[in-house]
């Protein structure tokens, strides 16, 4: 049982002893006070009891706390109206500590009731290379998973990427025009992206250019040979050049199930939609439409045009017979529902594709899929300094290949001056895992609805709210052990822990908030709490160690904040770990 959980079944033993009825017992809970000067945790239950009690609630409070018999957790003072506030003694933060310290988890807990989750991420647009833009729901999404997985869920990470749209009619295209054959071994990623952007020129300057892109698509689609043959190869080479990326970014999948799996299922599906009364006829294309169960305001299949509500339907076959993301999404809803069994899906994709997604779940409702918990985990979009989308300085989209060098450039730079490391090859990889990693950082502390400023320098700093301050504050926690004898660590004896000075108190009480950031993630898909969480416990280790010397302490004293030391490090390296995040050992 967690500190408060024991403190609310203590209240509510008191409540009973002093003669006061609870309505309803789940409804007492004993929470961590907004503000420590009252004290660690806080209720509000004499107010809210006191008048139906007849009493007043200070005097509910007083005669609540000579009635709880909680000496050996907490001291309880009263304040203001009657707030009964619990201030935990020195003997209950050790035993805290010690339990923490031996357990392997960190007191984070797992759930009672497991699901199957399928998480959808990072999908990007095969043949065109991974752009920044893709970098958050590749982030979000693993860290989600990583999350999910040690609560206890069963996480299944699927990479739906897009691999059957029209842009494999220019690649294709292009292709059969001339493709640098030792380039495509080299640097597939950018040969392919030469192809698409050849063919986008291309139609811009031909309109016939269009047509004939079409036809490719068209013949793919149908299976030409030569078509496919092409298409397999750009498949082979994009997800190998996707790997190296996510490599780097330490990301993996369970499944690489793009549109393209989903083929033989469309034609089926739509005769479905359309046999059951889902979707009908409309000029030739097939549509689903609203069904007038809810105000047009909140209808996904209606739009606002000039005042005036509109249809706005979702189109399931297209007028010449062509199906589309949203066939592919409803097949693929159905496939995670019955194939992998899933509980919840969450896919992590841009705001902007938010009625895509409203349409897509009602769809699925009505399909029978009511017990799926569908989520469209969206987020907002990364800027410049001058507060617009980011883009390069030819106009385009920044590929997330060049973003990752830039980073390690930045973190190169700032290492060149401050590291303690002896050669340049640890200094390199000290870069490549500073740069990686403080935009993996940046982007999971920012709220994931907020638009913010791609700053790089910032990211990489040493001070402020980045991961090279986390990896600092690991480093530092760490390297007390490397000043002693190798073992320390495994000799070191937890019943001496005795934690009594503030600093320490306070170090502990963020320690112990640890499981409840790691579970807070999931509820509304925000690492951002968890980032937050491990930047004020590296703040608060600092404290400690100004406050209070370690290796010039002696005896139990010492004892407690080694392993003090060795817990902090503990929780910062897998708290980011769970961000996605691995740790340097020395920098
Ligand atoms: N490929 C899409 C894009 O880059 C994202 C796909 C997300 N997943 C899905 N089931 N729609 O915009």
């Known amino acids: 049982m967690t500190i408060p959980e024991q403190l609310t079944e203590k209240l509510l033993l008191a409540l009973s002893k002093v003669g006061v009825e609870v309505p309803e017992p789940s409804r007492i809970q004993v929470k961590t006070a907004d503000d420590l000067r009252y004290g660690d945790y806080q209720s509000t239950v004499a107010m809210m009891l006191a008048k139906p009690a007849g009493k007043n609630p200070r005097d509910l409070a007083t005669s609540l706390m000579e009635a709880l018999d909680v000496a050996d957790l907490a001291e309880v003072t009263i304040a203001g109206p009657g707030f009964l506030n619990f201030t935990l003694t020195s003997e209950t933060w050790s035993s805290l500590a ?99 952007r050849s063919a986008t020129d291309a139609c811009k300057e031909d309109e016939s250019i269009k047509d004939a892109c079409r036809e490719e698509l068209v013949a793919l689609q149908s299976g030409n040979a030569e078509n496919l043959a092409i298409w397999n190869r750009c498949l082979a080479l994009s997800k190998k050049g996707l790997n190296e990326i996510y490599d780097r970014l330490d990301v993996s999948f369970d499944h690489w199930l793009g549109e393209s799996a989903y083929n033989d299922a469309l034609a089926p599906l739509a005769e479905k939609l359309e046999s059951q009364g889902l979707a009908r006829d ?49 097949a693929t809803v159905e496939f995670r529902a019955n194939e992998f069994k899933a509980d919840k899906v969450w896919i992590v994709v841009d705001v902007r594709q938010g009625g895509h997604f409203k349409q ?126 190798e073992g320390t660590v495994d000799k070191l004896d937890a019943e001496q822990l005795a934690i009594t000075e503030a600093a320490e108190i306070h170090l502990v009480r963020m320690l112990t908030r640890f499981g409840d950031n790691v579970g807070v993630v999931i509820d509304d898909f925000r690492p951002n709490l968890l980032a937050t969480y491990l930047l004020e416990l590296a703040r608060s280790f600092h404290s400690f160690f100004e406050a209070c010397p370690v290796l010039k302490s002696e005896g139990a004293t010492r004892e407690s904040r080694l392993i003090l030391c060795d817990l902090t490090s503990r929780v910062i390296k897998d708290g980011l770990n769970l961000l996605g995040i691995p740790v340097p050992e020395r920098m």
């Open 98 to 196: 010690k339990a923490q310290w031996q357990d392997e988890n960190h007191a984070v807990q797992t759930v009672a009731d497991p699901q199957t989750i399928v998480i959808d991420f990072s999908a990007p647009n095969v043949a065109k290379p991974m752009h920044i833009g893709h970098i958050r729901s590749t982030i979000i999404g693993e860290c989600l998973g990583r999350v999910a997985s040690r609560l206890g869920h069963k996480v299944i990470k699927d990479n739906h990427i897009g691999d059957w749209g029209t842009q494999f009619g220019m690649v294709t295209w292009a292709w059969k025009k001339g493709v640098n054959e030792a380039r495509l071994e080299t640097e597939p990623l950018q040969e392919l992206l030469r192809l698409y």
């Open 282 to 330: 409309d000029d030739g294309a097939l549509c689903v439409f609203s069904d007038d169960s809810v105000k047009p305001k909140s209808d996904p299949f209606k739009v606002n045009r000039d005042g005036e509500w509109q249809d706005f339907p979702m189109i399931v076959r297209k007028k010449d017979g062509a199906f589309n993301y949203a066939t592919t999404d409803i």
């Open 360 to 485: 897509l779940f009602e769809v699925s409702r009505r399909l029978g899929y009511d017990q799926l918990d569908l989520v469209h985990v969206a987020f907002g979009t990364i800027l410049g300094k001058d507060g617009k989308p980011l883009k390069t300085r030819s106009g385009d989209l920044p590929q997330l290949a060049d973003v990752l060098d830039d980073a390690v450039t930045a973190a190169r730079s700032v290492i060149g001056e401050k590291s303690h490391l002896d050669t340049e090859e640890e200094k390199d990889a000290l870069a490549e895992l500073i740069g990686v990693n403080s935009i993996k950082f940046t982007e999971l502390s920012h709220h994931r609805m907020s638009d913010y400023v791609f700053d790089l320098e910032k990211m990489v700093a040493l001070e402020g709210d980045t991961a090279p301050y986390l990896f600092y504050s690991y480093v530092r926690a760490r390297s007390i052990f490397r000043k002693l004898e």
